[in-house]
Every structure is written in C-alpha cells, then in structure tokens.
C-alpha cells in the first residue's frame, strides 16, 4: 500500500523553525517528484516547494523562497522541509504529496496540487504572533 506520513508539526512562535519529514513508502520513490503543500483553513491547497527525482533540483514558492529548504534521503524514503522564519501566515495542515514517472524539471508547474497522485495525511503547523 502507498503511504505518505507527514510529521513534525507544532505550535511555534513567530520566528521559530520546524522541520517536517515525510516518510515514503509503496511506491518509485526514486522515481517521483515530491513536493510539499500546505492548506489553511478556508483556502486552497498551495504548493510550498518540490524536489526532482532526476537530480535533486528544488523549486519554491515565492511564499516560503528564502525561509523553507526541501531536502530528500532517497535511501530511506524521507522528504524534509525545514521551515525558518516562520510567519503567522505559515498556519496551516502541511501535506508531502508524490507525482509519480519523475521529472528533471523543477518549476511552478509542477506546484499544482491537482497533478499529484499520492498523498498523506498532513501535520498540522501553527505559528503564532
């Protein structure tokens, strides 16, 4: 079975830093893109950042470019995000998401929710003023 598992979620004050992690498991890792997202209440689910399978190229939402940096382990499955600077308007469930085939390209294109296959139950981040 495929399954995503987002962690490392929390309560922090503005300022502060977290890192999620997201472990892969069911399915190419190594041959998908993974991306995180992030969803506040009463909005739509946003793409925050991606890494490539290919060669680990990282791409950013202009949002988080600067604060958050992607990173994978491929031998254990994981994605992380470490998130820096937070903002209160960081607030939100983070969800890790996976697109499978893979790609080199690392771009806004590849930030759209509705083209990814798997995803995970999210953790929920608050940051508070």
């Known amino acids: 079975d495929v399954q995503l598992q987002a962690s490392g979620g929390g309560l922090v004050q503005a300022g502060g830093s977290l890192r999620l992690s997201c472990a892969a498991s069911?399915?190419?890792?190594?041959?998908?893109?993974m991306g995180w997202f992030r969803q506040a209440p009463g909005k739509e689910r946003e793409g925050v950042s991606l890494?490539?399978?290919?060669?680990?190229?990282?791409f950013y939402a202009d949002s988080v470019k600067g604060r958050f940096t992607i990173s994978s382990d491929n031998a254990k499955k994981l994605v992380y995000l470490q998130m820096s600077s937070l903002k209160p308007e960081d607030t939100a469930i983070y969800y890790c998401?996976?697109?499978?085939?893979?790609?080199?390209?690392?771009?806004?294109?590849?930030?759209?929710?509705?083209?990814?296959?798997?995803w995970g139950l999210g953790t929920l981040v608050t940051v508070s003023s």
């Open positions: 890494i490539s399978d290919r060669d680990g190229r990282t």
């Open positions: 069911g399915f190419a890792f190594d041959d998908s893109v």
């Open positions: 998401g996976a697109l499978r085939g893979g790609s080199s390209y690392a771009g806004p294109l590849l930030l759209d929710y509705l083209d990814y296959d798997y």
